[in-house]
Each structure stands twice: as structure tokens, then as C-alpha cells.
């Protein structure tokens, strides 16, 4: 080949590569290199059992988006749960700047030990904050708890002298309050917990965005009350609007439980119901995938996978069935 030849071939060779990149257009990332969106809530379980288990118990951290202004709904275990996250590299070290610094206030949903424990005996080392409840749980953790006769009274009620390291506020039903240093709002609906005795769900609102916490509670077919149906009617647009990011509710016993021995607690059988009287109010449709978060399971023999398992074969609404772990984040 002649050299003149060999140089038109080269040139026409690179005017149609140029003329392809001309023809394509910059390049994008791709979905893979975008940053992930912030979610609503994320959600950190210091402890995820419902019994036996004391270093395992009932408390979660929940914080606004990537925040870590967390409150803490219900404080059964609270150093082991973060001495776990932090293994699981969820939580940064120390475990004192976190249960100090990084946990704002307490929301507790009934004051029996497996939702306490932690906050009791964390207590000399915490620093000061709020403790939210109903009036009939703040009446028993000051009568019974942070008194001098069973421990230090480090709140601000109760018997002298009081350490006040913590401030007692009591939350009236259906009212929503800001959570102290946060930016989340929260809302208290009553429970029945094996009535006459009463527990709590916490709604909680980040701007537009709701995540339902319940605490321990019985069916309303088997406590004779319509308290989950008022909690119910009241989320339900929210679920409609595709608001509420998740609920988190216990199942305490599998199916085989009798009735006289749930003590205010539910089973599988008794979620699809309450989840059914929710979707009478929402549609059907509205609850498909919406993420579900068992709690409160108790670890006897193995009634944890029984739970697991009736609980993946009935759910005919198709909720998104999620089963926490102990220091492991969830996102919503």
C-alpha cells in the first residue's frame, strides 16, 4: 500500500470513531455509582427477644435518615446490644460515647423487666436524659424501680433524695411530642397487655414518614378491647399514602400457645388477624410489601423458627416479613 493511501485509511478510521462518540453523547454513571438514597429511618436492634435471653432483650435504636441522634423505644438490653453493633461495625467505639452521647431520650412501652433492664442497669453510667411513657409505666419505674429500696432513684420524681439524672415526661394518648435533640416526632397509642395492664405502640414521624413500634400486646378478640383497631385507623392512611415505612409488632408464642397462656402476648394466627382488620381499612393491596418487623419472639426450645416458619406460610396479605437481628442496621 502506497504511504498517501495508508493515510486516508487511518483518518477515515478516526473520523468514525469520533462521529460515534459525537452520536452517543457524554457518558452517564451507571445506576450501580449513584449514591444510594437517604432512607427515612434507620433502625439499629440492641436486642430482639422477648424472654430468657437477658443479654438480648426488647430495644431499639431508631434515628432520623443517617443521623445518629437516636431515641431508644424500650431498653431491655442496652450494652450488650451495642457492644454487638459495634463488633458488627454498625456502631462506632466507645460503647460509653454511644449509650451517653449518641442515645437522646427513652420511649418505653410498658415497664415490665424485659423492656427495662438495660436502662436500670446502665444507669449509673448514662448521662441525662428523658424517659417518655404513659402515666401507668412512669408510675411503676418510679414506685418500684428507681427507688431507693431496689436501686438508686437517679430520676426526678419519686423518692428522695432524687439523683434527677433522668426527666420523667408523661405522654398523653394520641398527642404527638418532639423527642428531645432530634428531629423526630413521636405519638403514644395505649395496648392491652393482658388486660387490665397496659402497653404502648409509638408512632413515629420523620417529616412526611412513619415507622409504628408496639409494644407487648394481646389481640383485641382475645382482650375483649379495640385497642389495635384505634391504633389501626389511625395509621391507615398512612398506609394508604405509602407514608408508613414499617411496623415493627411482637409474636411472642407460635400457633400451638393456648389462648389462657398468651398473658397479653400474640402468635402467628393472631397477626394475620390484626394485619387483616388492618387491611379492611386500607385495601389489600396496600399492605403488599410493606415491611413487618417480628419482634419479641421468646427463645424456648425452638419456638423461634416455629414462629418463622408459620409465619412465612400464612401471610396471605404479602407483607414483607422481616426478622431482626441483634446489632445488625435496618433502613427504611
Not at 61 to 80: F, K
Not at 111 to 125: K, Q, R, T, Y
Request: charged share 20%.
Amino acid at each position: 500500500m502506497k504511504p498517501l493511501s495508508r493515510f486516508r485509511l487511518i483518518f477515515f478510521a478516526l473520523g468514525l470513531s469520533l462521529s460515534a462518540v459525537a452520536q452517543s453523547g457524554p457518558s452517564t454513571p451507571s445506576m450501580a455509582s449513584q449514591p444510594a438514597a437517604q432512607p427515612a429511618f434507620t433502625v439499629i436492634p440492641l436486642g430482639v427477644r422477648g424472654g430468657l435471653d437477658e443479654s438480648n432483650l426488647s430495644s431499639y435504636l431508631v434515628a432520623a435518615g443517617n443521623s445518629r441522634d437516636y431515641i431508644c423505644l424500650d431498653a431491655g438490653t442496652l450494652y450488650a446490644g451495642i457492644r454487638k453493633a459495634i463488633a458488627n461495625g454498625v456502631l462506632p467505639p466507645p460503647i460509653a460515647t454511644v449509650l451517653r452521647r449518641d442515645i437522646k431520650d427513652y420511649f418505653i412501652s410498658h415497664p415490665h423487666l424485659d423492656h427495662v433492664a438495660g436502662l436500670i442497669i446502665n444507669s449509673p453510667e448514662d448521662s441525662s436524659k428523658n424517659i417518655y411513657a404513659l402515666a401507668s409505666c412512669l408510675k411503676v419505674l418510679q414506685g418500684s424501680y428507681f427507688s431507693w429500696q431496689s436501686w438508686a432513684n437517679f430520676g426526678d420524681q419519686g423518692e428522695k433524695p432524687q439523683l434527677k439524672k433522668y426527666h420523667y415526661v408523661t405522654m398523653q394518648p394520641g398527642e404527638e411530642i418532639t423527642a428531645d435533640r432530634t428531629p423526630l416526632q413521636v405519638r403514644a397509642f395505649p395496648l392491652s397487655h393482658g388486660n387490665p395492664y397496659e402497653s404502648t405502640a409509638f408512632l413515629v414521624r420523620n417529616g412526611g414518614d412513619c415507622l409504628l413500634y408496639f409494644g407487648d400486646t394481646g389481640a383485641d378478640s382475645v382482650e375483649h378491647t379495640d385497642k389495635i383497631q384505634r391504633v389501626w385507623q389511625s395509621v391507615g392512611p398512612l398506609v394508604q399514602a405509602g407514608r408508613l415505612k414499617a411496623i415493627f409488632i411482637e409474636v411472642s408464642f407460635p400457633n400451638e400457645q393456648p389462648v389462657k397462656s398468651l398473658f397479653g402476648h400474640l402468635t402467628p394466627a393472631l397477626l394475620s388477624q390484626e394485619l387483616k382488620a388492618l387491611a379492611a381499612l386500607t385495601g389489600e393491596t396496600a399492605l403488599h410489601g410493606l415491611p413487618v418487623v417480628i419482634t419479641h419472639r421468646k427463645p424456648s426450645d425452638d419456638q423461634e423458627e416455629r414462629i418463622r416458619r408459620q409465619l412465612v406460610a400464612g401471610n396471605p396479605l404479602g407483607v414483607k416479613l422481616i426478622f431482626p437481628e441483634q446489632g445488625r442496621k435496618l433502613s427504611f
